[in-house]
């Protein structure tokens, strides 16, 4: 009888009646999807509304009351009968945008119940609750607070409820973080409300709550990609440029002109991108834009300036090294001379990070020795390792301070006197000493002195010596060593001692990632392995999983039996768990994709078709994506579309249980969509197919610069190679102008690269329609090295090896250009970097030859030949140089006389090498000796019977032979 008087009877201002009325209005709101909420004690709760938004009759009697006029006033919400008021409250809610101004002032009326009903309309709208869209969980809907709320009205694709939602948070302290909360759901789960949009054709609004929501330059990029791709061409009265979105008013200036030189870039107009990157006021995204516009010589008279007028010792050793870098492409030796000088003369007491920027510019602009004696100065351990990666093997052993002569009687004394260092160090540190052991071994690796290597290696293994103040051992240590020369049959041997009965962690996770695999896949074969060989000891068991992971036979683990039981005991693994006090046993399956890796290496095909089989049937998403790659390959088109659709399904799956969990940013999801795409190309199916690239195309605005980095990275492995390179040219600067989730833009430039040569050799006309340019290559590899001057994530000799390979790409392009003067440039830098370089040497030389230049081809290979043959006279037991001088005489089909001596010497050093005879076999056979090349060729398939290159060899020599 209360409810029933409080429906007919005029305004009241007592409290608890106005909290009743809302309450009992928000209930029917909410009730397409809610229980009625709680009611005053003695209330009739209000009937549930039918499905689908809720409407007058809802909750009104027809011809209760006089028609709702002017929404635009809020004195609607103070009419005097309480039917009118409920009306007007569901009206105004619905009609945002007539009433959207009332309801903001009524909101500060000093009638309470006023204020309250349109505070309520408010909260529904920042909540992104409109008609038709709030049909998520009733437990997501009621905590609008919470990202999971927002979340579910995405996953509707209700971005114009969104988008309200937005607009009514500005001027609130909550404005600033529910765009970010947006634009995290929006970075994570983008494909997925791309397809949502594609298929309601609402991209319009999408594209409109990009632009609300735009916080950063990510951001606003993807609004400038939707744009592109819905055809919105730029205003002409702004010149084509791009606008900035809406949200950016609140940037600052700063990242204003940022955004604006990233735009101006993207479409080509570098005057107006250097503009803009002045106007910011950052040195360094100026350069950045002169560099990317090619402006070498405006670059180089502002370092030379600043190298003068700097106000600190970091800012001038950094000025001069951009002015090395500026002069070496403007060609002004002078200045490039003495920025040069300047670089090697280093002042007392300068930071780790200044000696840093002084060595890695000298030697990544190829003045390698003076790169090496700058760093010798402060750490000649390190020097040593550079000057081994560089071929000066004189000047490692002079740095290294251990006399290769005195080798066979001292190494012993030298390691004794390395401990009494380290001992007498705190813990957590390690040794001068030991360091220049460990150069030592390297070098001798390099020079191919393996026995002494391994003494010291062997040596280096005590787990109780803590070398690293995060807790690293003298092992592990050893062990990382290791790893960067590829020794693993050594790491084997190191990581598990005889006796011991487990390694730690750390270990284990060393040796996962050198054998290319995760942690817990190598963790739970070695547990595994017990229950197949009981018998055996740590130690062997260890040996056994890493040579598993390795890809090669473990000697006592060859029955096909043993495999078998491996698997099972991974499918059917029987674990303890405690739960309450109680302990119980569960099986579980400890299969992944890294054993079935490990499998497929080891010829067991069988048995990993069958672990993937139970993975997939588990729908564990890797490998449902795995087993429909696979089917794609095989041309399975029937089973491969299952497979992809239900990637599709499982990958889009959204609720309230792993709402808040950050996903692969939609991957898994657009990797379903690039699989069908490649089937429906492949069956001919045109507008199918046109409809999936559409929708990649999409999918590929998105705000996360990381998604559009790993996309391109599949799209290149999956051959789709003209839509990764139309990505990353974008991306390639989008990467250079850095920003919050921008990827390393040494990789993407890297990756980029690669996607042209793929071009190149698969679809030249591809670049021209792409507009991309073949000098691309070039550029970018050459931006790519500069990118890494500060960079701590690569190892000190890459600063040989990545503008090394720079420079190789420079001699491709001259060779596929017959430009002679810059394969003359080329060469010499090459040999600057690495005077021993056998790759260049073996397969670049012979296209040069061939490209019209053999006397250039002729004297640098002489130049190389002449520079091996006193190495080897150095170190006569390098059988690895002795078999590559001779194999690159082979492929240049000069010197052979010289070539065949060498392959004998390489020979009778290893004897059991299957690659060192193969190289002789070639030798002989330039000679003439086609029938020892054909004994010795057969010999080697007996022990190598699956190399296919040896089955190409001996047919070759055949036919000659028979002819």
Known sequence: ?????????????????????????????????????????????????????????????????????????????????????????????????????????????????????????????????????????????????????????????????????????????????IKQRVVTLLSQRYPYYCDKAYAQGTEADLLRLLDAVAIDRNVAAACRDLKRYLGIAPDESSGGADPLPSAASL???????????????????????????????????????????????????????????????????????????????????????????????????????????????????????????????????????????????????????????????????????????????????????????????RLLVNTGDTRHAWQIYRRLTPRQVIVSPYGASLREQTLVELDLINRFDWMMDVAAAPGENAVTQRTQAIVARALNTEFDAFRKVLDRIKLVRPAADFRDRFRITFQLFRGKPPEPFDDPEDYQALLDSLLHDEQIKRS??????????????????????????????????????ADELDALITAAETKTQQGDHRAATRLWQRVADRSAQYTAANALITVDHGLSYAKSVVGSWILAKRAGHRQIADQLESRLRLMLTSPSMGFRK?????????????????????????????????????????????????????????????????????????????????????????????????????????????????????????????????????RMLPELRKAGLQPLADSAFDRLVDRGLEHVNRFPGDATALNNLAWTAAMNQRRLDEALGLSERAVMLEPDSVIFRDTLAEVLHLLGRTDQALAIESACLLDEPDQWHLHQQIEKYQQLLRQ
């Open 1 to 177: 009888m209360e409810h029933q008087r409080l429906r007919n009877s005029n305004r009241s201002f007592r409290p608890g009646r106005v909290a009743t009325g809302t309450l009992a209005l928000l209930a029917a709101v909410l009730s397409v999807t809610v229980p009625p909420l709680a009611t005053v004690r003695g209330q009739t709760p209000l009937a549930k509304t039918p499905p689908g938004p809720p409407t007058v009759a809802d909750n009104v009697q027809p011809g209760a009351s006089d028609p709702i006029p002017n929404l635009d006033q809020p004195e609607n919400l103070a009419r005097d009968r309480y039917v009118d008021r409920q009306r007007a409250t569901l009206e105004m809610w619905r009609l945002r945008t007539q009433s959207r101004q009332a309801v903001q002032d009524a909101a500060r009326d000093a009638d309470p119940e006023v204020a309250e009903r349109a505070a309520w309309i408010l909260k529904q709208w920042r909540s992104a609750s409109l008609p038709g869209v709030a049909k998520g969980p009733a437990e997501l809907l009621l905590d609008r607070g919470s990202p999971s709320a927002l979340a579910s009205v995405l996953e509707q694709g209700a971005f114009d409820a969104v988008l309200v939602a937005v607009e009514e948070s500005a001027g609130t302290i909550e404005f600033d973080q």
């Open 251 to 441: 940037w600052s200036p700063a990242e204003r002109e940022i955004c604006l030189a990233l735009f101006a870039m993207l479409r080509g107009d570098v005057e107006a991108s250097i503009d803009h990157a002045r106007q910011t006021g950052d040195p360094v995204l100026l350069r950045i834009a002169r560099m990317l516009g090619d402006r070498w010589q405006e670059i180089a008279d502002r370092a030379f300036e600043l190298a003068d007028t700097a106000a600190t010792h970091e800012e001038r050793v950094e000025a001069n090294a951009w002015g090395l870098a500026a002069t070496s492409h403007t060609g002004d030796q002078a200045r490039f001379d003495l920025a040069k000088s300047r670089l090697t003369a280093p002042e007392p007491g300068e930071s780790e990070m200044v000696w840093n920027i002084r060595w890695r510019a000298l030697a990544m602009h190829g003045s390698v020795d003076q790169a090496i004696d700058v760093m010798a100065a402060v750490d000649r351990a390190a020097a040593a390792k550079v000057a081994c990666a560089a071929s000066r093997y004189r000047r490692a052993e002079q740095l290294c301070g251990f006399p290769l002569d005195r080798i066979d009687s001292d190494l012993d004394d030298w390691i004794s006197d390395a401990y009494t260092d380290q001992a007498n160090l705190p813990t957590g540190s390690i040794a001068p000493s030991m360091e220049r052991l460990y150069a030592l071994a």
């Open 580 to 617: 309450g006090g109680r302990t119980y046993q569960v099986e579980q399956v400890s299969l992944d994709l890294d054993i079935i890796d490990m499998l497929v290496r080891q010829g067991q095909v069988d048995l990993a078709e069958q672990g993937l089989e139970v993975l997939t049937r």
């Open 710 to 842: 790993e996309l391109a990275d599949h799209l290149r492995e999956v051959g789709q190679h003209e839509l990764a390179a139309e990505v990353l040219r974008d991306l390639i600067v989008l990467a250079s102008f850095g920003g919050e989730d921008s990827p390393d833009f040494f990789r993407v430039a890297v990756t980029y690269v690669g996607v042209i040569d793929d071009l190149k050799e698969t679809n030249p006309d591809a670049l021209d329609a792409l507009q991309i340019s073949a000098d691309d290559a070039v550029k970018w590899s050459d931006l790519a090295v500069l990118g890494i001057l500060k960079t701590t994530m690569y190892h000190d000799t890459a600063f040989i090896s990545v503008p090394l390979s720079v420079r190789k790409t420079f001699l491709q392009q001259a060779i596929e250009t017959g430009d002679e003067s810059l394969a003359r440039q080329a060469i010499a830098e090459i040999e600057s970097f690495d005077p021993l370089n056998i790759d260049y040497g073996e």
